[in-house]
Every structure is written in structure tokens, then in C-alpha cells.
């Protein structure tokens, strides 16, 4: 089993950045590709950002790619999303997510461990 919480959620103003971290357990976290996700308030979650084993490939959504970085440190067994230049559509609940077969994905059904979820909210 594996077990991820995320952190870091908060109220931002826009145009701020905040650093969301994923914590997990588990001794393959090394092999593992990971997820961050979104759902607002009223809408279906969304792909946000994803990053392979070894941190050497990464994906953006559209609405946050150039704002928002997705990194991993598998020694410490955590991921991070770093997001900057944020807008009031940012705000949702945010969910880290781990893949254990390989290859990053955007698609949430292929992963198979989630977190609890961290609420960001950016006021305008």
C-alpha cells in the first residue's frame, strides 16, 4: 500500500505563488510516476502536471504550463508542485497521485494511489 498527503494548500492573492508537497510512504516511491490534479468547485478534475520516475520528463496542462513546476525528490519520497503567477481560476482542491506502472500519464484513471487533497484558494 501507499499512502500520499499532500500540503502547502492555502489563500494566495493572485499574481503569489505557493508550493504544494506530496508526501508518501512505500519502498518503491524510486519507480513510481507521479500526478498532481485539480478539481474546483462545481467542475470535473482536471490534469494538472506529471513527472516520471527520475524527474527527467515532465507534462503541463495548457492553463498552467510557464506558471506552474512539477518536481520530485525520491530520496526525501516526496513531489512538489511549485506554482507561481496564480489566478483566481486556480482555485481547487489539489490531489497528488502515483502511477506504479511506467510511464507518465495525464489520464487520472491510470493512476493508482491518490492523497486526501489541499485546498488552494487565489483571491482576486
Known amino acids: 500500500q501507499v499512502q500520499l498527503v499532500e500540503s502547502g494548500g492555502g489563500l494566495v492573492q493572485a499574481g503569489g505563488s505557493l508550493r504544494l508537497s506530496c508526501a508518501a510512504s512505500g519502498r518503491t516511491f524510486g519507480s513510481y510516476a507521479m500526478g498532481w490534479f485539480r478539481q474546483a468547485l462545481g467542475k470535473e478534475r482536471e490534469f494538472v502536471a506529471a513527472i516520471n520516475w527520475s524527474g527527467s520528463s515532465t507534462h503541463y496542462s495548457y492553463s498552467v504550463k510557464g506558471r506552474f513546476t512539477i518536481s520530485r525528490d525520491n530520496a526525501k519520497k516526496m513531489a512538489y508542485l511549485e506554482m507561481n503567477s496564480l489566478k483566481s481560476e486556480d482555485t481547487a482542491v489539489y490531489y497528488c497521485?502515483?502511477?506504479?506502472?511506467?510511464?507518465?500519464?495525464?489520464?487520472?484513471?491510470?493512476?493508482?494511489?491518490w492523497g486526501q487533497g489541499t485546498q488552494v484558494t487565489v483571491s482576486s
Open positions: 497521485a502515483a502511477k506504479t506502472t511506467w510511464g507518465i500519464t495525464a489520464l487520472g484513471n491510470e493512476y493508482d494511489y
